[in-house]
């Protein structure tokens, strides 16, 4: 389940299930959307974007929600590996301009 | 290519030193930004540059200094080291904000 903990929220799954995460964005303009994955030591790593023409989009495993009204952003990872355990987090952009606003992050746990 | 380097990894500084973050990519990339990421938050802005000549500050401006003479490069200078610097900092570049940034893999420095 999804817990908030001292630092970041948590998200622990199964090995084999599927993944949520959330993120709620902040500027009601902004039209750019990424999600982000960091492992640990590294720099965040470019997954999947989607313009906000779009409703969802679709990549390798992945899947990114975007609704609007709400200003809510989700990502979905189907079949979770031990590989996808990292810290995900959600930028959003307006008009692909320079300052990419990047939310808190969520780590996803992923249990054998 | 090598995307983006960034020297040192890690360095320890005595409060009050100076020193330089290099950054370096080799993409081409018209944007380039520096981030700063601390313990349970997301990546803050520090500075950023559009473009060779061009910088501004972002989020978090205080205490660093930029500059942009080439596009392949984007130094941070820290002009009196703080322990409020501690942090790890990301070089990122980007084709003008599209598909997000490229992270290099970061410089995890301590003020002592």
């Known amino acids: 389940g999804e817990s908030v903990g001292l630092h970041l929220p948590t998200l622990s799954v199964q090995e084999g299930d599927n993944s949520i995460i959330n993120c709620a964005y902040s500027?009601?303009?902004?039209?750019?959307f990424i999600w982000y994955k960091q492992e640990s030591g590294k720099g965040p790593q470019f997954i999947i974007d989607i313009r906000s023409n779009m409703d969802k989009r679709q990549g390798q495993r992945v899947t990114v929600l975007l609704n609007k009204t709400v200003k809510h952003l989700s990502l979905q990872i189907a079949a979770t590996q031990p590989g996808d355990s990292a810290v995900y987090f959600c930028?959003?952009?307006?008009?692909?301009?320079?300052?990419?606003?990047f939310g808190p992050g969520t780590r996803l746990s992923v249990l054998p | 290519n090598a995307g983006v380097t960034q020297t040192p990894k890690f360095q320890v500084l005595k409060t009050g030193q100076s020193m330089t973050l290099q950054c370096a990519q080799d993409m081409n990339h018209e944007y380039m930004s520096w981030y700063r990421q601390d313990p349970g938050m997301g990546l803050r802005l520090i500075h950023y540059s559009v473009g060779a000549g061009i910088t501004d500050q972002g989020e978090v401006p205080n205490g660093y200094n930029v500059s942009r003479s080439t596009t392949e490069d984007f130094p941070l200078r820290l002009l009196s080291a703080a322990p409020s610097q501690t942090s790890v900092y990301f070089c990122?570049?980007?084709?003008?904000?599209?598909?997000?940034?490229?992270f290099g893999s970061g410089t995890r420095l301590t003020v002592v």
């Open positions: 930028a959003e952009n307006i008009n692909y301009g320079q300052n990419f606003v």
């Open positions: 500027n009601s303009a902004s039209d750019y």
């Open positions: 990122a570049s980007s084709y003008r904000g599209h598909y997000g940034y490229t």
